[in-house]
């Protein structure tokens, strides 16, 4: 390996937002649709692993579906190692014609309807005068979607403005100022940016007259006010000794998009069940069952820098000087490299939603009168606990609410 004489950098950025509630259309899941699922859900461990060690004690947020979205678009312009690296660390095909395909099939199912609004916008933001290799403007158009512009990027402060209104843009102006003009340089050739808006409706509403101050211990002995959304109804529901956990889904609209909740038994039992992450993300909830549901209102925003992250999974030639992006570039241009992968994310959980009209069905479920109806399960979430938003495409979000 022999390091280039100039270091020419490329920056990815993705964003996401889960604003109230979050939808996806169904679809027939093909099988690499199925199997981006399987691997997303191994990348998703990973990343949540090395996320544990950065935020020790807090909260953090993680929109795995973003990430996977953008970094398939730079892996299919990757070549030798750097491309051998992202396809192990992402958990993607190695064959590049096989990622295309996937992301080919995996994006069109990511569209709104009346129900709720759902959005995934890939753009590729290039500087002036660099000549993109025209197979690799195919696939970035036909395969993710990907709109392509030039930008100068030495007018630093114009430049982070286009870009950042691209991406308030897209995410209806949750994220703004993902791209801090500081970052930018005359070495910039090329930013990527993925920005991933969802808004729609839990399939049963919380009754806001019911949300309360209570208490949330963040230890055994300390605890916070917060305000507490109340139900009591049928939920997939599983309690696993093996964790020491509870596991309870709440559906969105259409029912193939969901959020669970992985809640401790213990109080200050959620480092031992993030050690199991990948068994949690693994876990299957069979049962309906009446449950008695407390769960904190909360609005979270995270920046998350993914760099080191990735190179802690294996993906460590793609930043640096001698990294093969080959396959982005016309014959002559400058070699690249990855300079930063910064993702924000904002997620926003309340009450909000609209009634199924098969909501009193879920209720309808009789007991004979000599039988005693059992007490609902108790499923309060009043100490740090894990969650996620899956989808057929695998997960969506994930995060773990700690104060």
């Given at each position: 390996?022999?390091?280039?004489?100039?270091?020419?950098?490329?920056?990815?950025?993705?964003?996401?937002?889960?604003?109230?509630?979050?939808?996806?259309?169904?679809?027939?899941?093909?099988?690499?649709?199925?199997?981006?699922?399987?691997?997303?859900?191994?990348?998703?461990?990973?990343?949540?692993?090395q996320l544990k060690e950065?935020?020790?004690g807090d909260n953090f947020l993680f929109c795995p579906l973003s990430a996977l979205i953008i970094l398939g678009l730079t892996q299919t312009a990757a070549r030798g190692i750097t491309a051998?690296?992202?396809?192990?660390?992402?958990h993607l095909p190695e064959d590049r014609k096989t990622v295309e395909q996937t992301f080919q099939q995996l994006l069109p199912t990511l569209?709104?309807?009346?129900?709720?609004?759902?959005?995934?916008?890939?753009?590729?933001?290039?500087?002036?005068?660099y000549k993109i290799n025209e197979e690799y403007k195919n696939i970035a158009q036909n395969s993710f979607g990907a709109e392509i512009q030039n930008i100068n990027f030495?007018?630093?402060?114009?430049?982070?403005?286009?870009?950042?209104?691209?991406v308030a843009s897209k995410t209806h102006d949750k994220i703004r100022d993902l791209i801090?003009?500081?970052?930018?340089?005359?070495?910039?050739?090329?930013?990527?940016?993925?920005?991933?808006?969802?808004?729609?409706?839990?399939?049963?509403?919380?009754?806001?007259?019911?949300?309360?101050?209570?208490k949330f211990f963040t230890k055994s002995d300390n605890h916070i006010e917060v305000d507490m959304m109340e139900a009591t109804r049928y939920f997939k529901y599983h309690s696993s000794s093996t964790l020491d956990a509870?596991?309870?889904?709440?559906?969105?609209?259409?029912?193939?998009?969901?959020?669970?909740?992985?809640?401790?038994n213990q109080v200050e039992g959620l480092s031992t069940l993030e050690n199991s992450i990948e068994a949690v993300l693994n876990t299957?909830?069979?049962?309906?069952?009446?449950?008695?549901?407390?769960?904190?209102?909360?609005?979270?925003?995270?920046?998350v820098k993914l760099t080191k992250i990735l190179q802690k999974l294996g993906i460590t030639d793609a930043f640096e000087d001698w990294a093969d992006f080959s396959g982005f570039g016309e014959p002559g241009q400058q070699p690249i490299k990855i300079s930063d992968v910064v993702q924000k994310s904002v997620i926003e959980v309340d009450e909000k939603g609209t009634v199924a009209a098969a909501a009193t069905a879920v209720h309808a479920v009789k007991t004979y009168s000599l039988i005693q109806k059992p007490p609902p399960k108790q499923f309060i979430a009043d100490h740090p606990f894990i969650y996620f938003i899956k989808s057929p495409a695998g997960v969506m979000f994930i995060g773990r609410y700690v104060k």
């Open positions: 390996r022999v390091k280039s004489d100039t270091r020419i950098r490329m920056k990815l950025f993705v964003s996401c937002v889960a604003f109230c509630m979050i939808q996806l259309v169904s679809s027939e899941d093909s099988p690499l649709v199925q199997q981006f699922a399987t691997g997303s859900v191994q990348f998703t461990a990973d990343v949540y692993r950065i935020n020790d051998q690296q992202l396809s192990n660390g992402l569209k709104g309807n009346d129900k709720y609004t759902l959005t995934s916008a890939n753009k590729i933001y290039v500087k002036n005068g030495e007018e630093k402060n114009a430049a982070a403005a286009e870009m950042n209104g691209w801090d003009p500081s970052t930018l340089s005359k070495d910039s050739r090329l930013m990527l940016i993925n920005a991933l808006y969802f808004k729609g409706s839990w399939r049963y509403t919380f009754n806001e007259r019911n949300t309360l101050k209570r509870q596991f309870l889904e709440i559906p969105y609209q259409g029912d193939d998009v969901s959020m669970v909740v992985v809640l401790p299957k909830l069979d049962w309906n069952v009446e449950v008695h549901l407390q769960l904190p209102k909360f609005k979270r925003e995270t920046k």
